[in-house]
């Protein structure tokens, strides 16, 4: 059973940083691509971020360019979004997940496209 396990959310002032954490198990970490999205209270889940399953790729939001960072350790299963100069509208619900695909690139940006997410990790980001 593939479990994703996030943490690292939690209150931050505008302008912080926070790092996320996403622990996985279940299936071969390495062989998939990684994402996160976030819901925002009232809005639709969107993409955040997204690494290749070799780790050689990523890609972002162009909301999040910059001051977002998506990395992987496939030693220890774990993805991670490095979240720096929050802003009051990143606050979400942060969610991490694994692509439906093997060997899956950074490319994919549709929810469709992933087959399992976690329990998801709040980021509330005061003004």
């Known amino acids: 059973q593939v479990q994703l396990i996030e943490s690292g959310g939690g209150l931050v002032q505008a302008g912080g940083s926070l790092r996320l954490s996403c622990a996985a198990s279940?299936?071969?970490?390495?062989?998939?691509?990684m994402a996160w999205f976030r819901q925002a209270p009232g809005k639709e889940r969107e993409f955040v971020a997204a690494?290749?399953?070799?780790?050689?790729?990523?890609n972002y939001a162009d909301s999040v360019k910059v001051r977002f960072t998506i990395s992987r350790d496939n030693a220890k299963n774990t993805v991670y979004l490095q979240m720096n100069s929050l802003k009051p509208e990143d606050t979400a619900v942060y969610y991490c997940?694994?692509?439906?695909?093997?060997?899956?690139?950074?490319?994919?940006?549709?929810?469709?496209?992933?087959?399992?997410w976690g329990q998801g990790t709040q980021v509330p980001v005061s003004s």
């Open positions: 690494i290749s399953w070799s780790g050689d790729n990523t």
């Open positions: 997940e694994s692509s439906a695909a093997q060997y899956s690139s950074s490319s994919y940006i549709n929810p469709y496209q992933y087959a399992y």
């Open positions: 279940g299936r071969t970490f390495s062989s998939y691509a």
